[in-house]
């Protein structure tokens, strides 16, 4: 029989039942309000910063703390990275705080902490020590292993942290981390763009690797970032950041490949490695390792294969760059300097301020002509090449030699006192030379006629002491084969002859020996003519026809390419607006050559534009090519955006053969570029194209990415013009399309086909 419970008992149980109830509901919901402004606050779109400091707030507001922060472990300490309630100034944030029981718990279970009562010491650090601080929690940022980033409360409400706290507190920790790190990889993808421009802007290999190893650690968060290559049976590194002296001094190591590195671990407890992939195959390793057990964040893997291909690319280009840079100040055949690098090197010696002197040996080979001609052009080459090495022995180490051009070799010495030097140097190299050669199975005899000249520093010019020693050279192969002539002043008289010319030019034009030829320039996918090339032509009553590359560095020289090039453009003008006239002619351009002697003349700019339109002609229809005949020494920046400005357009000639062409594309405003004809004519051809073919892919790529128009000279054959087409150049102009020709007969191909006469026809 149960005993009766009291009426009064009864209800008083039931409104504690209800009570209890309705408070677990208020909590229950209040929870709820928490957990939906929290994760709210996750979603919207803000940068990881900002979204950190926005849930600090929210947590500090949510759960009544007084402090609310993230520190990391580094080494012993816990630098705290951001706060809700730390003054700005908190040394938190530099030194940071000890790493106290509480903390260290939580980061070797990965669970949450909570402390109740009087919290102290290390577990109330710095200046949360003097909040009263009586309640606090410390919860993982991740449940990974080697978890580093604590989210850590104090409050000094006399209040507890719930079991229901911290598993609401884990549960947002947990996706505040996933938060940041989707945050952390799109901001690392949108740094991925921008840093393979940082790589691609370099064309150097070495500046471009220890950029790719700095990059490295800053998108891996790497301790240590590290580039290794193998070359040579070695491995080498090549540039690092973070790595001690000991371990870089252990460097160079044994190595045929990539995998036969030795372990390059460094004894990093966290270490990734991706090989950069080249078309070459891959001999290029990226390193990147952190010194404490922190796992790298997840897909860094992948972002460090998207960097690698980045700079495979940078690399790829850098070589091509390499290999054009090489080609404008290197004979191809013999490896030598060459007439640009020859004028530059020479010019800088002649500026300097020492007491010494210059010397130039100026070495012209005797009978080469009649090895070319019995033994054909592969025996003259190989008879150049040998040459060459024998010049290499003869020459001291700080000379610089040269292939001038053809058969012809220049020796610039540096630090002599006297003429004396300079002949004695002279006859050795000359006896040297005095021997004989095995060329394609033939024995040739060699000697050379050398012409010497000695130059006073800041006197002097390169074009001078050149055709000094020229003319002595030539005085010397009067004498005799294997002869040695230094400059003086009865050299200078018996050379007078030869040096007339440059007198008989300037007579020239008022004796109607000069006239123009005009070559098209074609679009090679439809063969129509966009503008056609001027070119000057001298025909001498005794000479006959003088080559251009005799008479313009002559006119260069005198001045009097300043009138013959006015002359030259007016011309032209005159006769691209009779052209103009036509129907067929309509938005014809004209390319006419400007020498660097005509562009640093007084008002340039403006007597150019005169001409053009007094012809009746709008500045945009002419073409103003930039050519290096002479060394160009100034500025010309203001006449070349003057015209830029008014509508010409500025191109500049033979690209990748001057020396300072990739210079100009920063100086001057040019909008077309001409790629020589000694690379087209390599594009094509059984085994010999390849070098060509990458600098002519790499000169249409420079052009695509400035937005400017290349056109190809020397277009000889049906295969270059389909080769040059299939790489993406729309211009082009040689003999394959049509020979220079006189205005009547140019004229003839601006007519429809059916209209031409056959003679024509062939041409075109």
């Known amino acids: 029989m149960t005993a009766a419970v009291p009426a009064d008992s009864e209800t008083e149980q039931l409104r504690r039942q209800l009570a209890e109830a309705v408070d677990a509901a208020r909590d229950a919901y209040r929870d709820t309000t928490r957990l939906i402004q929290l994760l709210d606050l996750l979603g919207r779109p803000a940068g990881s910063a900002e979204l950190i400091g926005d849930m600090l707030n929210e947590l500090s507001d949510a759960f009544f703390a007084d402090v609310v922060c993230m520190a990391r472990v580094t080494g012993d300490r816990l630098i705290v990275s951001a706060s809700c309630g730390l003054p700005e100034d908190d040394p938190a944030y530099t030194e940071g705080w000890p790493v106290g029981e509480a903390a260290r718990r939580t980061l070797t279970t990965t669970e949450p902490t909570a402390l109740h009562g009087e919290v102290s010491g290390q577990d109330a650090p710095g200046t949360v020590a003097g909040l009263g601080i009586r309640s606090a929690a410390w919860i993982p940022l991740s449940a990974e292993p080697y978890a580093d980033t604590l989210l850590i409360l104090f ?38 763009a921008h840093y393979g421009h940082l790589l691609a802007r370099h064309l150097e290999v070495e500046p471009l690797l ?24 070695e491995g080498r590194l090549r540039a690092h950041r973070g790595m001690p002296t000991e371990l870089t001094a252990a460097w160079p190591v044994p190595a045929k490949s990539l995998d036969d590195l030795p372990a390059c671990d460094a004894g990093l407890p966290e270490l990734l490695k991706v090989a950069v992939a080249r078309e070459n195959g891959a001999t290029t390793l990226l390193c990147a390792g952190r010194e404490h057990p922190r796992p790298f964040a997840r897909g860094t893997l992948e972002i460090m294969t998207i960097f690698a291909n980045y700079l495979g690319v940078a690399l790829t280009n850098a070589e091509l760059y390499r290999a054009l840079a090489d080609r404008a100040t290197r004979d191809p055949l013999t490896g ?157 008289h018996r050379s007078r002859d030869r040096l007339d010319l440059r007198s008989e030019l300037l007579l020239a034009r008022s004796r109607g020996q000069l006239h123009l030829a005009y070559q098209p320039i074609f679009a090679l996918d439809t063969r129509a003519i966009v503008a056609f090339e001027a070119l000057l032509r001298w025909t001498h009553p005794h000479h006959g026809t003088v080559p251009p590359d005799v008479f313009i560095p002559l006119a260069e020289e005198t001045g009097a390419i300043v009138e013959i ?28 050559n400007l020498s660097p002697v005509q562009l640093h003349q007084d008002r340039a700019a403006e007597r150019t534009l005169d001409v053009i339109r007094a012809a009746g002609l709008h500045p945009a229809d002419i073409w103003l090519e930039i050519t290096e005949h002479s060394y160009l020494r100034h500025e010309v920046t203001e006449y070349a955006g003057a015209l830029g400005a008014a509508g010409v357009h500025l191109v500049l000639d033979d690209f990748g053969t001057a020396y300072s062409n990739l210079s100009y594309l920063k100086r001057l405003p040019i909008e077309i570029l001409k790629i020589d004809k000694s690379f087209v004519s390599g594009v094509t051809g059984p085994g010999g194209g390849h070098l060509d073919l990458s600098i002519v892919r790499a000169i249409l790529a420079i052009a695509d990415s400035l937005g400017l128009v290349a056109i190809a000279e020397g277009i000889e054959t049906e295969d270059q013009r389909a080769a040059l087409r299939a790489l993406g150049c729309r211009l082009g102009q040689g003999y394959l399309l049509s020979r220079p020709l006189p205005a009547a007969q140019a004229g003839l191909l601006l007519r429809p086909q059916e209209q031409m006469p056959a003679r024509a026809q062939r041409r075109a």
């Open 155 to 192: 409050r000094s409400l006399n209040q507890p942290f719930a079991v229901a706290d911290l598993r609401m507190l884990t549960s947002v920790a947990a996706r505040l981390h996933m938060a940041l790190e989707e945050r952390e990889r799109h901001a690392i993808i949108e740094q991925l």
């Open 565 to 592: 090039g006015q002359w030259v453009l007016a011309q032209a003008c005159r006769q691209l607006a009779q052209w103009h006239r036509l129907p067929e002619g309509r938005g014809l351009g004209m390319s006419v």
């Open 336 to 492: 030598l300097a060459n007439r640009s690098a020859l004028v530059s090197h020479l010019d800088t010696l002649l500026s300097a301020d020492e007491a010494t002197r210059v010397g130039v040996l100026f070495c012209d080979l005797d009978g080469f002509k009649a090895v070319n001609d019995l033994l054909g052009h592969e025996a003259g080459d190989e008879l150049l090449m040998q040459v060459a090495d024998r010049l290499r022995s003869s020459v001291r180490p700080d000379d610089l030699l040269a292939r001038f051009g053809g058969d012809e070799f220049v020796i610039v010495l540096d630090g002599v006192k006297q003429l004396s030097e300079v002949a004695e140097i002279g006859a050795r190299v000359c006896a040297d030379l005095d021997d004989r050669l095995v060329v394609s199975g033939e024995q040739v005899h060699v000697s050379a006629s050398i012409g010497g000249v000695l130059g006073i520093r800041g006197q002097a010019t390169p074009s001078t002491m050149l055709r000094d020693a020229d003319a002595a050279m030539y005085v010397a192969k009067a004498r005799g084969s294997g002869q040695v002539e230094v400059f003086d002043e009865d050299a200078s």
């Open 210 to 233: 220890d950029e790719a190893a700095d990059l490295l650690r800053r998108l891996t968060g790497a301790d240590r970032a590290w580039v290794v290559t193998v070359e040579g049976g």
